[in-house]
């Protein structure tokens, strides 16, 4: 048996095995441990796809769950730079479907970049164009777009949000906690071609949507209030105006008008100021309505009675060396016709009677010099100084409605709470929160904030202001069928170059209540710098009357007249 | 008995494979109505704007006026009426509690 050259042959094959096995084993050693890492995550890239997903924003509705606001999937365009061959040629194609200028799509797509956006939340339409196209370098992914149905409706109460689905105004922000989808990232595996794999946990891919909210506001009330006031802010030339309805026994707000109004889908162009809630951003001077508290205040302290006397100085009267004047020469009145008649001096007779520190604490108690504290951005507290800080005419000019500040929405909760019996209810928007399976996460019940004067107060102020309307300067306000107690107001403004009352400048507004004898509304109707005539009684008071009738036929609201008629049609 | 269990044997593993195939099968098939569904509900969402769109207060009241030519009430044509048996000693018949309103109208409405 000869060994020697076949094991010479078995060693060099046991050589090149060995060496085979070397180059295989430091290979192995390569790819498994020098390289895992940068190969998995390699390899990962490749079968894995990480996608986040965000759950759709919640819905708002109106009290009888009209849409006002919602989530809808719109396409987003975006571009691969580092694949494309002809920027140029792309853009060119590009430019007429998504309406931007070819020079800023190619400056976009030439980026040294793996990932730009050429246009985010576009119309359907131009998805379906764009995916005809079928351009390389060029996608479309689905994002949620935010779109309110009723255009300008509520819009200032809504707010907006922004591009990422943040709430940036308006109860967008407010409740931007419940509103927002959840947002989840989640890896998907992918096959060779590119499709997805039965994914792990396929239910908890799915992110949950944001809370709905159920707001107090009903649409058709805000769109009469909206409707009346673009009207009277043209007819009258007025520079804004706010009308805010309120549901005195809740304090729940049925509608909150602003003027002048914009569209919450187009936001891009237009500035602060014209998306402001004025109701709660900003105080005017409330000139005469804020008699109507201090008339309060003076019937509860039983300073006054209704029928107390008091002299009207033949329309002059001087206090700190500064003459008081009312509009005509009155004498002798009583204090119903105080307020008909909305005297200056029989207002600033009766905050004398009742004293700085008593008429303070009345004025802080209906709400004025704090926030009410309503469910929305923005309140302000309004301006109502101490006692210590008031001048010698202070007292007077308070009376009167000068020296304060106060918001719309501060005044018509003074006037709801009288409307009320004397309880002051928190105004508030939302009634209701859901998530997404319907299910009520909150439930926001009215909330007395606290009694500031009696019933019988309540119920004697009611008749005073009836004569307001009845026979006083706010007969414009006056609803046949109905009983209407309201106050008007004419306030000066301060203009800004000389710090002087402006002569030419004011605020005309009326707040009120229908029916008197059972409110179903509390309602101001602010305007600010009307031209022309601009006395309350004259440009708020009919807007006060045109919305009320409307709004009361609207709820149903019986006049007062029916039975008599219905029996008279009967008798017929 | 040998034979058996191979047999067995192949026939468990022809069971583990049809169903890992079956597997990735329904995984597709969850995926197609995955997205089925996701675009069916995208369309809802879109019909939802546009019924809420179109049933815009002030869009119905420009159709109302523009298109029908209807006109709101004017002031006190509007007379809300109770149903019989709401105010004692009325009992008006349907027709005429309907007809009430139009009845005492001084304005433009016709019946």
Redesign the interface.
């Known amino acids: 048996m000869t060994v020697g050259p076949s094991r010479g042959r078995r060693y060099v094959m046991l050589f090149l095995l060995l060496c085979g096995f070397s180059v295989i084993l430091f290979r192995l050693v390569t790819l498994q441990v020098l390289q895992a890492a940068e190969l998995t995550a390699k390899a990962d890239r490749q079968h894995q796809k990480t996608v986040s997903f965000e759950g759709a924003r919640g819905m708002v509705s109106d009290r009888h769950g009209k849409v006002l606001a919602m989530n809808v999937e719109v396409p987003s365009v975006f571009g691969v730079p580092t694949s494309l061959e002809s920027p140029s040629t792309v853009a060119r194609h590009l430019s007429p479907v998504l309406h931007i200028r070819s020079d800023e799509l190619v400056r976009k797509l030439q980026q040294d970049k793996s990932f730009v956006w050429l246009a985010r939340k576009v119309e359907p339409e131009q998805g379906r164009l764009l995916e005809q196209l079928s351009l390389d370098g060029i996608g479309v992914v689905m994002e949620g777009r935010r779109f309110y149905p009723k255009g300008p409706l509520l819009a200032h109460v809504l707010g907006f949000s922004g591009m990422d689905g943040q709430g940036l105004e308006g109860l967008e922000r407010r409740y931007d906690s419940h509103l927002h989808g959840e947002k989840r990232v989640t890896v998907l595996q992918r096959d060779a071609l590119g499709r997805t794999v039965f994914p792990k946990g396929l239910a908890e891919q799915v992110p949950t949507p944001g809370h709905a909210l159920t707001l107090t506001v009903d649409e058709v009330i805000q769109y009469i209030a909206e409707k009346e006031l673009e009207e009277a802010v043209t007819h009258t030339r007025a520079k804004s105006g706010t009308i805010i309805v309120v549901e005195p026994q809740s304090g729940a707000i049925l509608a909150l008008a602003v003027s002048p109004r914009f569209d919450p889908n187009v936001v891009a162009a237009l500035t602060p100021d014209r998306w402001r809630n004025r109701a709660l951003t900003d105080t005017y001077e409330p000139g005469s309505t804020m008699k109507m508290v201090v008339a309060a205040a003076a019937l509860e302290e039983k300073v006054m009675a209704p029928d107390s006397m008091v002299f009207g100085e033949n329309g002059h009267m001087v206090i700190a060396n500064t003459t008081i004047h009312d509009h005509d020469k009155l004498g002798w009145m009583t204090f119903s016709e105080v307020i008909q008649k909305s005297s200056n001096i029989g207002a600033a007779k009766t905050g004398m009677a009742l004293g700085e520190q008593r008429l303070y604490r009345y004025l802080q108690a209906f709400g004025f010099g704090e926030r009410t504290d309503i469910d929305l951005p923005g309140e302000v507290s309004g301006l109502l100084k101490a006692p210590k800080d008031w001048g010698r005419r202070s007292l007077a000019s308070i009376s009167m409605g000068q020296e304060v500040g106060v918001t719309p929405l501060q005044m018509v909760s003074a006037v709801a709470t009288l409307a009320n019996g004397g309880v002051m209810m928190k105004p508030y928007v939302v009634s209701e929160v859901r998530d997404q399976k319907g299910r009520l996460l909150k439930e926001v019940l009215p909330q007395v904030k606290r009694r500031i004067v009696s019933q019988d107060t309540a119920r004697a102020m009611t008749t005073m202001l009836e004569g307001v309307v009845t026979n006083g300067t706010g007969t414009k306000a006056a609803i046949p069928g109905f009983r209407v107690a309201g106050k008007t107001g004419t306030a000066q403004k301060i203009d800004s170059r000389t710090g002087a009352y402006s002569s030419t400048q004011f605020v005309g507004s009326f707040v009120g209540y229908v029916p008197a004898e059972s409110p179903r509304l509390a309602m101001i109707v602010v305007l600010d710098e009307p031209q022309g005539e601009a006395w309350g009684g004259a440009v708020a008071a009919p807007v006060f009357r045109r919305v009320g009738e409307q709004v009361l036929n609207y709820l149903g609201v019986s006049r007062e007249d029916t039975v008599k008629i219905a029996l008279a049609m009967k008798d017929h | 008995m040998k034979t058996l269990t191979i047999v067995a044997g192949v026939l468990l593993v022809f069971v583990f494979v049809w169903e890992r195939v079956d597997?990735?099968r329904?995984?597709?098939q969850?995926?197609r109505l995955?997205t089925q569904k996701?675009l069916l509900e995208?369309e809802r969402?879109?019909l939802?704007?546009?019924?809420?769109?179109l049933?815009?207060?002030?869009r119905i009241?420009k159709v109302a006026t523009e298109k029908l030519g209807l006109v709101?009430?004017q002031?006190?044509q509007?007379?809300?009426?109770?149903q019989p048996g709401d105010?004692p000693?009325?009992s008006?018949p349907p027709v005429?509690q309907v007809r009430?309103a139009s009845?005492?109208s001084t304005g433009r409405v016709s019946e």
């Open positions: 597997v990735v329904l995984g597709y969850i995926e995955k996701a995208r969402d879109q939802q704007v546009k019924f809420s769109a049933m815009a207060p002030e009241a709101p009430p002031q006190g509007v007379l809300m009426v109770h105010i000693g009325l008006l005429e009430l009845h005492i």
